[in-house]
């Protein structure tokens, strides 16, 4: 029977979780213990998709409420690229101050009952013997985590872009994503609005960027609190035209790679992990507090549900949540691999093309039309504007001495004596044997790579590596998945992550 919880880290998901579990059983004792002050928050603003607002909103209304009055919402996402601006809608989100949303959730939390102890460390698990169940949500770099880790085997994939998260004065009118080459490199921003007066301001960019700019100076080994003032700088300077001259605003800026975590377990013995400590997935495709208020309705809900037996709840709670979040972190990987090279993509594509490769990174182009009709026209007006007036899969494309009559094939065609085939490999690990073979081979000149096998991304990224990094025209070799392949076919091309599509079975792959 589970009479007293501690819940160890007072951010959204563990304030959050404490609520509730304080409502479905009001008699256990439930204490929040939060390393911070009360009034301390790092970041600036956090970010949810309407479509994923109402099972939390169910839960309780407090985070519905300070969206209400405090947040701010929006249906667009803009691009911004090369002096224009390309505006997608359909994609509804609101922002909350982070600060102002804790505040609320502490506010919460104290009314129905939760004990908050505020600048109390919990050095390790022995600390909390009498309690019955120990909720660890104490962030991705979780204490508790590392000291069951050979209970939980935890794992990280650390992500090649550099990322730092600033605030503005500067109001967007809702998510945009701005990319400048300056002179070290190309920089980008994920800005949206969080309050009335502030943006969430952040920045990414490659290591090579990142070193030739001098921005690799900070001591990230500090505790947390100073912030990198010389980064500041740099990319106010950078970004004032599109901030309008508005300062950057710091709080513990500074720069780091995102690491996506995952865990074989999430529970061992009477400690469960919650939020960033049990998984992580990239900002650009969602919240991770999002993700940890969604954990804390899926745990209270497992122990209300089995509250004389905790070993259920737990398996509960894991079965419930690991599908969910293993959905969200897959569709985080071809979003994260973006900024991984959008340098690239920002020299090689024109804007109309760049911010649909951008926004159909993750889904694809019926849907996006389902969204906002308008801009995906856009985007096809540009390519028959550069393709003499043909429509995407209809463009003929020379090949040597042969001719394609248009870009997707689904019939036998023989490429040639000079195009050459290439297997991408079934991970990401694997792409840079590929890419040294790929390599080898374009001193050659093929009139084509046939790019096939492997996964969906790791397919794409080498057909672009052929295309954009050799010059090479590539034919990704895709499997016939019914009435969606000819969707897939125009998103692939129209992006320009290949020249021609076609059904494995077409090129024998």
Not at 62 to 87: M, N, Q, S, T, Y
Not at 276 to 305: N, P, Q
């Amino acid at each position: 029977m589970v009479s007293r919880i501690a819940c160890v880290g007072g951010g959204p998901g563990g304030l959050f979780f404490a609520t509730l579990a304080k409502q479905v059983m009001p008699d256990v004792e439930v204490t929040v213990f939060e390393r911070n002050r009360r009034e301390d928050t790092f970041g600036f603003g956090v970010v949810f998709s309407d479509a994923t607002l109402a099972g939390i909103h169910a839960a309780d209304p407090v985070l519905l409420r300070g969206l209400h009055d405090h947040g701010r919402h929006w249906d667009r996402i803009e691009v911004r690229l090369k002096g224009e601006r390309l505006r997608c809608g359909g994609n509804g989100m609101a922002a909350i101050h982070r600060k102002t949303l804790l505040s609320l959730l502490q506010g919460r939390a104290a009314e129905v009952g939760v004990e908050l102890r505020f600048e109390t460390e919990v050095a390790g698990l022995s600390e909390l013997d009498e309690f019955d169940l120990v909720v660890a949500a104490d962030g991705a770099n979780s204490r508790i985590r590392a000291e069951l880790a050979d209970a939980l085997a935890p794992s990280a994939e650390v992500a090649t872009a550099k990322f730092i998260w600033f605030g503005t004065s500067y109001l967007f009118d809702g998510l945009t994503f701005v990319h400048e080459h300056g002179p070290h490199g190309t920089f980008a921003v994920h800005g949206y609005p969080v309050s009335d007066s502030i943006s969430t301001f952040i920045v990414e960019t490659d290591e090579a960027s990142w070193r030739a700019a001098g921005l690799d100076e900070f001591d990230t080994s500090q505790p947390p609190g100073p912030s990198d003032e010389k980064t500041q700088r740099y990319l106010e300077k950078l970004f004032a035209e599109q901030i309008d001259g508005h300062p950057l605003l710091t709080n513990n800026s500074r720069w780091g790679n995102f690491r996506t975590r995952r865990a074989r377990s999430w529970h061992h013995g009477n400690v469960v992990l919650l939020g960033d400590a049990a998984h992580t997935a990239h900002f650009s495709v969602g919240s991770g507090t999002k993700m940890a208020m969604e954990d804390a309705i899926a745990l209270a809900d497992a122990l209300a549900a089995t509250p004389d037996d905790l070993a259920t709840a737990l398996d509960t709670y894991e079965q419930v949540r690991r599908p969910q979040v293993a959905k969200i972190q897959d569709s985080a990987r071809p979003s994260l691999s973006w900024w991984e090279h959008f340098g690239r993509y920002h020299d090689a594509f024109e804007p109309a093309q760049f911010a649909f490769h951008f926004l159909s990174r993750s889904i694809g182009r019926a849907k996006l039309a389902q969204r906002d009709p308008e801009f995906v026209a856009i985007a096809e007006h540009a390519w028959r504007a550069s393709h003499d007036g043909h429509d995407v899969l209809d463009t003929p494309l020379e090949l040597d001495d042969l001719r394609l009559d248009g870009r997707f094939l689904t019939d036998d065609v023989p490429l040639g004596p000079r195009a050459m085939r290439l297997a991408a490999p079934d991970t990401e690990a694997g792409l840079p044997a590929v890419f040294a073979e790929l390599d080898a081979l374009a001193w050659q000149r093929p009139s084509a790579v046939v790019v096939h096998s492997g996964t969906s991304l790791t397919r794409a990224l080498l057909s672009e590596q052929a295309r954009l990094v050799h010059g090479i025209p590539t034919v990704l070799a895709e499997p016939d998945v019914g009435s969606g392949t000819v969707d897939r076919a125009a998103t692939l091309v129209l992006s320009g992550r290949a020249d021609v599509v076609a059904t494995s079975e077409a090129v024998g792959a």
